[in-house]
């Protein structure tokens, strides 16, 4: 469902782990953080977020723990195993390869 | 993620559903909540809030499923439908299926078999005797040679050391009961009374024995009886204690019955019944034996405390025979104590066993290893014919990981039924060693316990991963473009990968190779010892009437014995016949002596002894063993006559430096005897020992109650045992005779265990070869399936019939040489592991290589043959079209 608006797909994946590197959070913290952080550029589409947060966890590179909320409301946190953090830096690098590439076949003139 | 993590999370989302739904529902609400909050902060009302809240999300029910989704596509769900997939594969082939499986349960079953044996044996040979890890066995020693001990000397290490938690006597034993007219020897032990209590066994009936039961001459006529005995003879009489059992005619009081599956502990027998030591002289003729520091007899068992090494518990025993034998110098001079891990115990089957299980491990591992290289191959080839399948599924996005997987999943499938074919071969062979021994009642049973299913599941892991993991070293190379295209075809010998299938040949070649000599080795060893003359005639027959048993006492069986041996001699076909107290290479063993003799200066330290065996007139002329010097014994050497002697020519050698010892003194037990004849060597214990000082008394000097009866003559064994069977009965109905044996016979059943060597890597090395050659034959095979197109080729430029022949066959003859070359190198470095089975045979024997070669290039040939045969079928048109 992902519509051309909407992130390419796979790097839904890189923002999240990026996110959580910071501090372990909950999903609606995930994409409040993403879309501030992005001064509201990227929008994170909700339906998306937590089939990604949960396909993550399956392969083991976040973990989930419940906790309290700031609201005080029982809220699911996610934060990165070191296995992902290893994962997030490969494909860091792989990103800014790709990014650059691209910015210099755009700038050609 | 480390697995640690994954485990539970996989586990939950398997089997807590309810648990993941409900956590799933709380996360999304939390996330809904907050969204209402920001929309109602925004101005929105409350209800509108809530529906704009729904509608971000995108529909909460087609959100949650794609989380389940996510969750489902975990490690034990791929793992089923792998196997499930596996599953299809192997039914889609069943000929594959069947070829690989059956030559794992072959593997395996060979591996299982030979461990379970060397538990059941060697390791833990006696059910339900706890703590058996920590047992070792004692046994005396004469400056450096092996010689029982005695029950006083026990009784000292039992006081005396520290080390030992509980020590213990079991001496095997027999006794004689009459059924019929034929007599039978039913096999139990003389033990010391804590016996049961320091194996921890008890009687499921009655009790064990008191401690008071254990001494006291004959005070103690009470004996514990074996489950199989107590069914069998007594058909399991509930009311059997206190009933009673002539046991070599003393009548015993039953006081218990051993549970089902005790056996005692001896290996290579199963006890019937146990009496205790104070009824030693009931069992062993001679008296006073128990209490007498210099009559040694006993055979020994220590259980070590907890964390104490054998070296230790030597060192500590040692020291205490080093202080009997200051303490007590006229018996203990130069003796010591040596401490035996079970599987070394020299006074059973074990020690016996030992060398033949040493060289089966090694060689059921290579039988092992050829089975890998085998299955190994089979599935190469396999690989390559399903490279299309693989590729495709490269192609469509599964990665390499979940094909390996899969293929590690077919592995594990295969190796699973082929560990399970194997745990029942080794079940159905548990007993088969015993069938090795002939004429015998051997008990040789395997243990399949915990240890092996261990060690079993151990090669079936190791097994999958070969097996998985060769294709999948295959997989590796797989480039999507080449393989989607049509296979290209190659040319015969020249293919890149055929190096890693050619390799797996050389090596069965190689392995079968090594254990083919190995099996001539044992072969010709075995052929050695039985035709070696023994120093006697084999075809003598020999027996033995259970006097004692029957109540005889010592004028009366004398009588007995001059009056039957004269109806013997009496018997048509009969040339000549004679009494022994113990038969050469029996079970029973010779009398023994510390000897002196005149002239002969003993160096320090030294005690001559020497054994001797009891024979009437006429000994040596039935046993067709020559006097070389003075007379053979004759009816005037009686009890009132001078005694004398016949001795061997090794003690002629060794004590009288070859000089001729007739009219010279020898003494005997204390008494001086004169020696009135020299005879050639015989055997005496066994077909392979060393010359030994022996000599010989007439039995009337020396006499024995029930001696055996050798009988030369032309007639059958069957005629001659009716014949005597008939006459004993016609001086006393009463009295029954004993198996009637050849002495070939007997020289067969001291062999035995040269027989079971022989026999199981013979078995095994013809199951090498017959692997081998498959494996042989598939890589032929497949080669010339796969160069179908060169071969079409060649024969279509003019190539003959001969010429392919001649390509095929090179290709595959140069794979069965390379193995033998490597073969014929290693086997010259492994052989001398054979050592000490071999007799006088030399373990790089040219004959047994030579031999080894030529089964083995002929059996390749056979297996190179037919593909090469079919090579020559080849239609040139159908195979230049067919691309």
């Known amino acids: ?109 | 993620m480390r697995w640690y993590y994954k485990l539970p999370l996989r586990l939950r989302s398997l089997f807590r559903k309810d648990k993941a739904e409900l956590d799933l529902s709380e996360e999304l609400q939390f996330h809904l909540q907050n969204q209402i909050d920001e929309y109602v902060a925004q101005g929105m009302g409350p209800q509108e809030a809530r529906h704009a809240a729904f509608r971000s999300l995108g529909g909460v029910e087609q959100v949650k499923e794609e989380c389940r989704e996510a969750r489902r596509m975990n490690l034990i769900e791929n793992f089923m439908r792998d196997l499930r997939l596996g599953l299809r594969m192997l039914r889609r082939n069943p000929g594959f299926t069947v070829l690989v499986i059956l030559c794992l349960t072959l593997g395996i079953g060979a591996n299982t078999a030979v461990f379970s044996w060397v538990e059941g044996i060697l390791l833990r040979p006696y059910p339900l005797v706890s703590d058996q890890e920590r047992l070792v066995t004692l046994t005396g020693t004469v400056r450096d040679t092996r010689d029982e001990t005695s029950w006083p000397d026990l009784l000292d290490v039992r006081r005396s050391c520290t080390l030992c938690e509980t020590l213990f006597v079991s001496k095997i034993t027999g006794a004689t009961l009459s059924i019929g007219e034929r007599a039978q020897v039913i096999t139990g032990s003389i033990v010391s009374a804590n016996y049961f209590d320091a194996i921890g066994v008890h009687p499921i009936l009655g009790r064990g024995f008191e401690p008071d039961e254990g001494t006291g001459r004959n005070a103690h006529p009470v004996v514990v009886i074996s489950y199989h005995f107590w069914q069998s003879r007594f058909q399991g009489d509930p009311e059997i204690i206190g009933k009673t059992q002539r046991f070599d005619n003393v009548v015993h009081t039953i006081i218990g019955v051993m549970p089902e599956g005790f056996y005692g502990t001896f290996v290579g027998r199963a006890m019937e019944y146990w009496a205790p030591l104070s009824m030693l002289e009931v069992y062993d003729a001679d008296s006073g034996i128990l209490e007498d520091r210099g009559a040694r007899w006993a055979e020994a068992y220590v259980r070590l405390k907890l964390g104490v090494t054998r070296n230790q518990a030597q060192q500590e025993i040692s020291a205490i025979a080093a202080r009997l034998a200051t303490e007590y110098p006229a018996t203990n001079r130069g003796r010591g104590i040596k401490v035996w891990p079970l599987w070394e115990t020299p006074f059973n089957h074990a020690g016996h066993l030992l060398p033949t299980f040493q060289i089966m491990v090694v060689v059921s591992i290579f039988v092992l290893l050829i089975v890998c290289a085998n299955v190994g191959n089979l599935l190469l080839v396999r690989s390559f014919a399903r490279r299309q399948e693989m590729t495709v599924r490269l192609a469509m996005g599964a990665s390499r990981g979940r094909l390996l997987r899969q293929l590690v999943t077919e592995g594990l499938l295969l190796s699973v039924c082929g560990a399970a074919g194997g745990m029942l071969v080794a079940y159905w062979c548990r007993h088969a060693l015993a069938l090795l021994f002939p004429g015998d009642v051997v008990y040789l049973p395997g243990q399949i316990d915990g240890r092996v299913l261990g060690l079993t599941a151990a090669i079936c892991l190791v097994i999958t991963l070969a097996v998985g993991l060769v294709p999948a070293f295959q997989t590796r190379h797989l480039a999507l473009a080449d393989t989607l295209k049509n296979e290209a075809s190659a040319v015969m010998g020249a293919r890149g990968r055929a190096w890693f299938r050619s390799s797996l040949v050389v090596l069965q070649v190689t392995l079968s190779f090594i254990l083919l000599v190995g099996a001539t080795l044992l072969m010709q060893s075995l052929r050695n010892i039985r035709t070696t003359s023994p120093g006697f005639s084999t075809r003598v027959l020999a027996t033995w009437i259970p006097l004692e048993a029957a109540g005889y006492k010592a004028p009366r069986a004398q009588t007995f014995q001059d009056e039957l041996i004269q109806r013997i001699r009496a018997l048509p076909g009969v040339e000549v016949a004679a009494y022994a107290r113990a038969t050469p290479l029996g079970y029973g063993s010779f009398s023994s002596t510390a000897i002196a003799i005149d002239g002969y200066e003993p160096q320090t330290n030294e005690q001559p002894t020497a054994e001797y065996n009891e024979v009437s007139p006429d000994y040596f002329a039935t046993m067709g063993i020559p006097l070389r010097s003075g007379r053979e014994f004759s009816r005037a050497d009686d009890e009132n006559a001078p005694r004398v002697a016949i001795v061997n020519q090794t003690m002629v050698a060794r004590y009288w430096r070859g000089q001729d010892p007739i009219g010279q003194r020898l003494q005997v037990k204390g008494n001086w005897v004169q020696v009135v004849g020299v005879v050639k060597d015989s055997k005496y214990y066994s077909m392979d020992e060393a010359p030994r000082p022996f000599f010989y008394v007439p039995l009337r000097q020396y006499f024995s109650i029930e001696p055996d009866i050798y009988i030369r003559t032309t007639q059958p064994l069957q005629t001659v045992q009716t014949a005597l069977i008939r006459e004993v009965r016609a001086l006393d109905p009463n009295l029954a005779v004993f198996e009637m044996i050849t002495l070939q016979e007997q020289v067969d059943r001291s062999t035995s265990h040269e027989l079971v060597a022989v026999a199981l890597v013979a078995l095994f090395g013809g199951l090498a070869l017959l692997l081998a050659s498959i494996g042989l034959y598939g890589v032929m095979s497949y080669s010339v399936s796969q160069s179908a197109r060169e071969l079409g080729l060649r024969m279509a430029l003019g190539a003959g019939a001969s010429n392919v022949l001649g390509l095929v066959l090179s290709r595959g003859l140069l794979l069965t040489t390379t193995g033998l070359i490597i073969g014929v190198a290693l086997a010259l470095l492994l052989t001398r592991l054979l050592g000490n089975l071999l007799y006088q045979v030399s373990p790089r024997d040219p004959l047994a290589f030579a031999a080894a070669f030529a089964v083995m290039a002929l059996a390749s040939a056979a297996a190179c043959f037919l593909p090469a045969w079919r090579a020559t079928r080849t239609d040139p048109m159908r195979a230049l079209r067919a691309e």
Do not use: C
Request: proline fraction near 4%; charge should be positive; hydrophobic fraction near 40%.
């Open chain 1, 1 to 109: 469902m992902a519509k051309p608006s909407d992130l390419v797909q796979g790097t839904l994946d890189l923002l999240i782990l990026r996110t959580l590197a910071l501090q372990p959070m909950h999903g609606w913290g995930i994409a409040q953080r993403i879309r501030q952080v992005s001064k509201e550029v990227l929008q994170v589409n909700q339906g998306a977020l937590y089939p990604a947060l949960h396909r993550l966890e399956q392969q083991g590179w976040i973990r989930a723990k419940w906790g309290e909320s700031e609201n005080n409301r029982r809220a699911k946190f996610y934060s990165l195993t070191p296995d992902g953090a290893k994962y997030l830096r490969q494909e860091q690098a792989q990103w800014k390869r790709l990014s650059s590439a691209i910015g210099l076949v755009l700038d050609m003139s």
